[in-house]
Nanobody, 126 residues
């Protein structure tokens, strides 16, 4: 069964850090670029970042550039999103999504992914 499962600490103070994980099963993660997206009641879905299948290409939206970093461990079928210096406006449900790519490229986008996780809530509050 194909599955993407996000996990990570849900509540963090402003200026703090947390790491989200996205564990894949049922398909070869190494054949897919992975994206992170978020959505909140006050903001439409936003594509945040992506990492290519081999990890050599990463792209970040301006809203998180310099604060968020993606990495991946294909041997463990897991992708990570390190979030530093978080802000209250980072509060949202975070999703990882898989995008099949034959080349080592990725694109930040809001839709068109083949597989989606169920999402994990991140709340930034003091």
């Amino acid at each position: 069964q194909v599955q993407l499962l996000e996990s990570g600490v849900g509540l963090v103070q402003p200026g703090g850090s947390l790491r989200l994980s996205c564990a894949a099963s049922g398909f070869p993660l190494g054949d897919y670029a992975i994206g992170w997206l978020r959505q909140s009641p006050v903001q439409e879905r936003e594509g945040l970042s992506c990492i290519s299948r081999r990890g050599r290409s990463q792209i970040y939206a301006d809203s998180v550039k310099g604060r968020f970093t993606m990495s991946r461990d294909n041997a463990k079928n897991t992708v990570f999103l390190q979030m530093n210096n978080v802000k209250p406006e980072d509060t949202a449900v975070y999703y990882c999504a898989a995008d099949y790519r034959s080349a080592d490229v990725c694109y930040v986008r809001k839709e068109g992914y083949g597989y989606w996780g169920q999402g994990t809530q991140v709340t930034v509050s003091s």
